[in-house]
């Protein structure tokens, strides 16, 4: 069983920035989900356990990134140019695999969410 714990949310105005956190132990594959009020959970972004591919939902290529530090088990989402459309709950998750995942139901475990909410 691995605990993910997400850090990194809050307010800020539309075209700011945020870093999201993720940090677990082991060797996951690893991504973001996000959900808004009213809609699904969507696909944002996915990392394998090397750190060496990615995945983007085509809606935030060049504004989300996502990056992961092994030594300090942590995996990131820099989030730039944000705008309220952004506004939801992101979730990470985890998946004992080697490869990139990118499908919310091949996920084992996640995190309990953390809240962004962009200003207009």
């Known amino acids: 069983q691995v605990q993910l714990v997400e850090s990194g949310g809050g307010l800020v105005q539309a075209g700011g920035s945020l870093r999201l956190s993720c940090a677990a132990s082991g060797r996951y594959a690893m991504g973001w989900f996000r959900q808004a009020p009213g809609k699904e959970r969507e696909f944002v972004a996915a990392i394998n356990w090397a750190g060496t591919r990615t995945e983007y939902a085509d809606s935030l290529k060049g504004r989300f990134t996502i990056s992961r530090e092994k030594a300090r088990n942590t995996m990131y989402l820099q989030m730039n140019s944000l705008q309220p459309d952004d506004t939801a709950i992101y979730y990470c998750?985890?998946?004992?695999?080697?490869?990139?995942?990118?499908?919310?139901?091949?996920?084992?475990?996640w995190g309990q969410g953390t809240q962004v909410t962009v200003s207009s």
């Open positions: 998750a985890a998946k004992a695999a080697w490869g990139i995942v990118t499908t919310a139901t091949e996920y084992n475990y």
